[in-house]
Nanobody, 123 residues
Framework: QVQLVESGGGLVQAGGSLRLSCATS????????MGWFRQAPEKEREFVAA????????AYADSVKGRFTISRDNAKNTVYLQMNSLKPEDTAVYYC????????????????WGQGTQVTVSS
């Protein structure tokens, strides 16, 4: 059974930083597109960032570009999301996801999901 386990969420003041981790049990992890999504209360789940199997191929939502960085460690089957200059509007539950897809911003294209980790940014 595939598992994705996120960690690293918490409460931080505006302007602060957090680093999310997502450890997986996916075989052939290196060939999967890994994405981060978030969902705020009463809002749709939205794309945040993705990293495909092709080295250096990353994508970001406009709202986080220049502040967030996605990376992966294929040896550890883990993907990370470094979040800097956090804003109150970044408050949400953050989910990592894995899929065999190039449609990295479409959450329907991802096969495996973590349980989510709460990120709260205070003003």
């Amino acid at each position: 059974q595939v598992q994705l386990v996120e960690s690293g969420g918490g409460l931080v003041q505006a302007g602060g930083s957090l680093r999310l981790s997502c450890a997986t049990s996916i075989r052939l992890f290196r060939w999967y597109t890994m994405g981060w999504f978030r969902q705020a209360p009463e809002k749709e789940r939205e794309f945040v960032a993705a990293n495909t199997w092709s080295p250096g191929n990353t994508a970001y939502a406009d709202s986080v570009k220049g502040r967030f960085t996605i990376s992966r460690d294929n040896a550890k089957n883990t993907v990370y999301l470094q979040m800097n200059s956090l804003k109150p509007e970044d408050t949400a539950v953050y989910y990592c996801a894995a899929g065999d897809t190039n449609a990295y911003s479409d959450y329907g294209e991802y096969t495996y999901w973590g349980q989510g980790t709460q990120v709260t940014v205070s003003s």
